[in-house]
């Protein structure tokens, strides 16, 4: 399979140079298009500072990341955004639903962001809101779902656009076990129809649902 992701040789580093801190000392690893990756670590591990990498929303202080054959690592942020929209679908452990909107304009919001006609992303959003199992409550609030449900309309509004690349950070964090494991079959489910999933989680039992899991501690890869 060919590379989605190669990472090589990055460091995160703060206050570089005095009380020097290594969030990343020398990462690399690399990730084919459909995987279903798992990156745990204990807190404080740097899993927070690559999945932020990772997604486009920081910059390593120096080597190379390569998503879709570009080296975006130096990229300003104009370009990362533009890369983030379009290539990554992000889930959050906090849903980070607007309270105010209803399943199918919150999953609508990061459409109509990007520009896209009303019909075209009504289209979109419904459709990945019946995928993630929600077709009746399309027109419910975040106030009148579970936890559960909140965090499969986080999914279907990551998804609604079909990036190539599921970036989900603790997704069941805030979840119930049963709740869980509805999400992780969801997002199984996807990478099977060719999602690449990369999943940051600092439980065990969480990551060994992945096809494969890289380890981190201390700033360093310690498995592959």
Known sequence: MENLITVSNVYKIYNKMENEVRA?????????????????GPSGSGKSTLMNILGCLDTPTSGEYFLNGQ??????????TYIRNREIGFVFQSFNLVPGLDALENVELPLLYRGMPREERRRLAQSALEQVGLAERMHHKPSQMSG????????????????????ADEPTGN???????SIMKILKALNAEGETVILITHDNNIAHTAGRMLKIQDGRMVSL
């Open 24 to 40: 990343l000392d020398g990462i690399s690893f690399s990730i084919s298009q459909g995987e279903f990756i798992a990156i745990v």
């Open 71 to 80: 080296n975006v690592a130096g990229l300003n942020e104009k370009k990362l």
């Open 148 to 167: 559960g449900q909140q965090q499969r309309v986080a999914i279907a509004r990551a998804i609604a656009a079909r990036p190539p690349i599921i970036l």
């Open 175 to 181: 979840l119930d076990s049963k709740s869980g494991a």
